[in-house]
């Protein structure tokens, strides 16, 4: 398949250093606004739908949805809307899952926060992501095995409205950090609708504090894995029409086990 000029040359010398580097890369305007607007609106239409008495899932999710007064956090979105399939394979977002993680990434997980008020529950405390406490057999030196990628479809561009909160680095500490000591060295990520921020899943990270007047969270996560790793609880929780519907591009990101008939998912 002929790359698109948003896909070729990416990512640069200059994004893998940082990458590398500081364990996230944040691109911004990645996501056009159309785009935006569109997974917006489909994101509502599935807060509105769980959120339903009558609401019924085929499978029982492996992370329950958290749906408060006015907060919400969703899981498991492939199957709700067209365009939370289409960002799975999103080409220009692909060249970054490619050159920076694995050519034949498998899907790990999909959710989403959607938030305007500051009392309610917004996420973890400070954590790496994986399986057995954040891939700790792994100690000290966590690889690179979850590629985590947050779209942003809310104005984020200031700080303290639960922005992403990331310690640049931390990846690559040989020691735990003490998160009562205010985490030093953490940022807050701030950017407009359609930033998409990448990272490593042995960064230290956070949902920051939701303090601003007005503020709003609304970012749509998704996680990768390498083909060889079954530390996914999301695939097989997809009913069988859904799967066996997946076109032969997208069922790739799949583990075989999970079609029927079986299929060899590895090459």
Known sequence: MTESPATTGHPTDAERFLFDTNGYLVLEGF??????????????????????????????????????????????LLAEDPLFLDILDY????????????????????????????????????HTDGIQDGFRDFRPHVPLLQFKIGYYLSDMSEPDQGNLNLVPGSHKSLVEPDAEDGMPGAVQICGRPGTAVLFHNGVWHSAGPFTRRGGKRVILYYG????????????WRYDKDFLNGLTPARRRFFHGFVFDPPEYRWG
């Not at 239409?45 to 992370?63: L, N, Q, S, W």
């Not at 990768?224 to 695939?235: F, G, S, T």
């Open 31 to 76: 996501l056009p606004e159309s785009l935006v607007d569109s997974l917006n609106a489909a994101l509502a239409r599935t807060i509105a739908r769980r959120r339903d008495p009558g609401f019924k899932r085929t499978h029982e999710p492996a992370f329950a949805d958290r749906l408060g007064k006015a907060n919400a956090r969703v899981m498991h």
């Open 91 to 126: 080409e220009p977002m692909m060249a970054y899952v490619h050159g920076l993680f694995n050519k034949m990434p498998h899907l790990h997980s999909t959710d989403a926060f959607y938030e305007i008020e500051p009392e309610e529950y917004h996420g973890q405390g400070w």
């Open 224 to 235: 990768y894995e390498h083909p060889w790793m079954l530390a996914c609880a999301e695939q």
